[in-house]
């Protein structure tokens, strides 16, 4: 996994955050982490601060001032790892939702298979939930089939957090254009990068729900996906 980085970012996650870097590191030699963490107040970025003492040169902190949302964290990052050499760009959570080792299958996917984006599904062959309640399964599951059906991407995990980007993918994205923050984030890069008509490959994953710490979800959040996807329609429909 050469000119590999994985991008956590993190709000109150010191019960995971350890765990979850040693985990990623375990995966490969080679790969670097970025935490990207706001301000967290259980101290999650002090904790980070003391492992890079471990992981010279491979694990890099931004401390941001406040809670400034994940697509905020991100394109920060983003725009970080673009300012050095990295060829291949994750998104990840702290929580261990993402397994990590299912991190060197998404970098073959894009290294050695061609695809300009890769996708942890977990609707690509059923539905691959673990520990969440039936409702909250309905609604991710629902709300990936409402962005289908709006968008017109053939992507059937729409609000994936788990990705991997090539290099130049994240170039053909103009970046400072991204304006949602919450999961309507996830769902704005896939159809940026799918108006590009880059090649985007899902990739069959597990998913997880979190046994420690809490959920960020929250009714705006929600609310943001619901409305953001049939604003970024109609602003692809006026564009061309």
């Known amino acids: 996994m050469q000119d590999a980085i994985v991008i956590i970012p993190t709000y109150n ?5 350890e765990a979850i870097i040693k985990a990623v590191f375990s995966q490969s030699d080679a790969i670097h982490v970025l935490i990207i963490d706001d ?40 725009k970080w790892c673009l300012a050095r050499t990295y060829k291949y760009i994750f998104e990840m959570d702290a929580d261990f939702s993402h397994d990590p080792k299912d991190l ?22 059923g539905v691959n939930v673990v520990n969440w309640p039936m409702g909250r399964v309905l609604m991710s599951y629902l709300a990936s089939k409402y962005v289908r059906i709006i968008t017109g991407m053939k992507i059937n995990d729409t609000t994936a957090g788990y990705v991997c980007y090539k290099r130049e993918t994240l170039e053909a994205i103009d970046l400072n ?25 899902e990739v069959p994953v597990i998913f997880t729900d979190r046994t420690k710490g ?20 109609i602003g692809s429909i006026f564009k061309k």
């Open 13 to 17: 996650e010191i019960d995971n955050i």
């Open 39 to 78: 301000n967290s107040p259980d101290l999650t970025g002090e904790k980070v601060k003391e492992l890079q003492a471990i992981y010279n040169n491979r694990l890099f902190l931004i401390s941001r001032k406040g809670k400034l949302g994940l697509g905020t964290a991100y394109i920060y990052g983003f």
């Open 104 to 125: 060197i299958r998404l970098y073959n996917t894009c290294a050695l298979e061609g695809a300009d984006m890769s996708i942890g599904s977990r609707y690509i062959t």
């Open 177 to 201: 254009r991204i304006k949602f923050i919450g999961y309507a984030f996830q769902i704005e890069m896939k159809f940026r990068a799918y108006l590009k008509k880059l090649k985007i490959v």
């Open 214 to 233: 809490e959920s960020k979800i929250s009714k705006g959040i929600i609310s943001e996906a619901v409305f953001g996807v049939i604003s970024m329609k």
